[in-house]
């Protein structure tokens, strides 16, 4: 089985304000257009040193955003396409696309996703039937947009369980991305699961070689299970605070 570093961005933007969910947290996810120049630079150096352990690289982008034009112009600039998960309740509304913009990355060439209708920040603590309306409102809405099937998609807030796996399957997806920060694709009947790689803010360049030669990877896993373990601590103070964010 082939590996994959599919690595998770949200805004490339110079004006945080004018793109995607406006809360203080989200700025750990937004970079500015150099940067994200830079991370390619470092990017197709790292491809052309041919030391990459893994087959396919993939840069995705979460909650649709209109940064997304701008981020798909860049890779476009390079050669590379992005896959692009779209919050379909937020489309046309301030700072995320409209219908036309995502048929204008569909045509250039970019695949699109569903990262949920809602953006429930907790998916797990959603219900399974809950999850599959979530997921299947997503779906229509795209297809309905670009006339032809979706079979991709992000767990909003990353939070993942199996269910979430399972209802994203039933309604009809094919590619599952989560957040853990795995190489590996995971099957699950006849869905593959992904994990990612979340560029930060803070992401030094030097850490963004480390992700993308795995140097850093073990330790990236366990601060993952580490914040997994705290959140299931403070799992329903976690849960309000994380639901309240996005409303
Ligand atoms: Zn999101």
Redesign the pocket.
């Known amino acids: 089985m082939p590996k994959t570093i599919a690595l998770l961005y ?1 805004e490339v933007i110079d004006d945080y304000s004018e793109s995607g969910f406006q809360n203080k947290d989200n700025l750990a996810y937004m970079h500015k257009t150099e940067v994200f120049r830079k991370h390619l630079e470092i990017f197709k150096n790292h491809l052309n040193s041919g030391n990459s352990k893994v087959e396919n690289h993939l840069f995705t982008f ?2 649709g955003g209109i940064s997304n034009l701008k981020s798909a112009r860049i890779l476009e600039e390079n050669d590379w396409k992005g896959i692009y998960f779209i ?1 379909t309740k937020r489309i046309g509304t301030s700072g995320f696309l409209a219908e036309n913009d995502i048929r204008t990355l569909h045509e250039n060439g970019h695949i699109i996703g569903s ?1 949920s209708h809602t ?1 429930p920040m907790i998916f797990r603590s959603l219900t399974y039937v809950q999850m599959l309306e979530e997921w299947k409102v997503s779906k229509g809405i795209l297809e309905e947009i670009l006339g032809e099937e979706i079979l991709h998609c992000s767990v ?2 990353g939070d993942s369980d199996l269910k979430t796996y399972e209802s994203a399957m039933e309604a009809g997806f094919k590619y599952i991305f989560d957040s853990e920060p795995i190489v590996e694709t995971r099957k699950l009947q006849n869905a593959d699961i992904f994990g990612r790689f979340s560029v930060k803010a803070q992401t030094s360049d030097q850490q963004f070689l480390e992700m993308l030669t795995l140097k850093n990877l073990a330790s990236l896993q366990r601060n993952r299970k580490i914040k997994a373990k705290i959140k299931k601590l403070i799992f329903p103070i976690h849960q309000y605070i994380q639901n309240r964010k996005n409303e």
């Open positions: 949200h979460d909650d919050t990262h953006h909003p807030g």
